[in-house]
């Protein structure tokens, strides 16, 4: 059964900084692993989508990495900002199943 | 492109009524819908697979007597909570997928928040 772990489970920087969130799954025969944010009380905000045949996609500030062999993926936010202050998700879709599992989540906050 | 809805977002209801979410999929057909439930400062558990025109398959420890789920159309998917109880207080969320693309990104709904009295 796949698992997500996230580390850390929550992150309090200033303003500027540049960060990095992980991610780790136990099962490395994925489809795809998605990086998500969530306000508080909200749905799903998609940030990236990473296939399993790709080491990286980018966003703007954000750098998603996979290295699926080793079950790890990193969200790189550069220049940190306030309204960068949320919960990151990170998911994969496993190759047996198209559900998502999903990781506890970091909660960031970002200070001005 | 790829907005899914749900509604209500927001529901309040007595114990013991069955309370019905909308899941919709506005501008893109969706063979597989998705139902997930996450408590307060937790993550999203899946609940059920739900697929057009065949019955849903639930997650182990899923009651799904309880948690009914419809999909008979490509752009919805209906979750009925039947009997509902405060335990059943949580936030609903669906995602669908694009048809003739399994590994495709999932899109999710706003989600619903339930709050059973």
């Known amino acids: 059964k796949q698992e997500v772990t996230q580390i850390p489970a929550a992150l309090s920087v200033p303003e500027g900084e540049n960060l990095v969130l992980n991610c780790s799954f136990t099962d490395s025969a994925i489809y795809n692993l998605q990086w998500f944010r969530q306000d508080p009380g909200k749905g799903l905000t998609s940030l990236l989508l990473i296939q399993s045949s790709q080491r990286e996609q980018t966003s703007g500030r954000l750098n998603a990495s996979l290295d699926k062999s080793s079950g790890r993926s990193t969200l790189y936010i550069a220049a940190s900002q306030p309204g960068d202050s949320a919960t990151y998700l990170c998911a994969v879709m496993d190759t047996g199943r198209r559900a998502l599992t999903f990781g506890s989540g970091t909660r960031l906050q970002v200070q001005p | 492109g790829a907005v899914v809805s749900q509604h209500p977002s927001r529901v309040i209801c007595k114990s013991g009524t069955s309370v019905k979410i909308e899941c919709r999929s506005l501008?893109?057909?969706?063979?597989?819908m998705f139902w997930y439930r996450q408590f307060p400062k937790q993550s999203l558990m899946l609940m059920a697979t739900s697929n057009e025109g065949s019955k849903a398959t639930y997650e182990q420890g899923v009651e799904k007597d309880k948690f009914l789920i419809n999909h008979a159309s490509l752009t919805l998917s209906t979750l009925t909570v039947t009997s509902a109880h405060p335990e059943d207080s949580s936030f609903y969320i669906c995602?669908?997928?694009?048809?003739?693309?399994?590994?495709?990104?999932?899109?999710f709904g706003p989600g619903t928040r339930l709050l059973v009295l």
């Open positions: 501008d893109f057909q969706a063979t597989t």
């Open positions: 995602s669908a997928t694009l048809r003739g693309r399994p590994g495709s990104a999932q899109y």
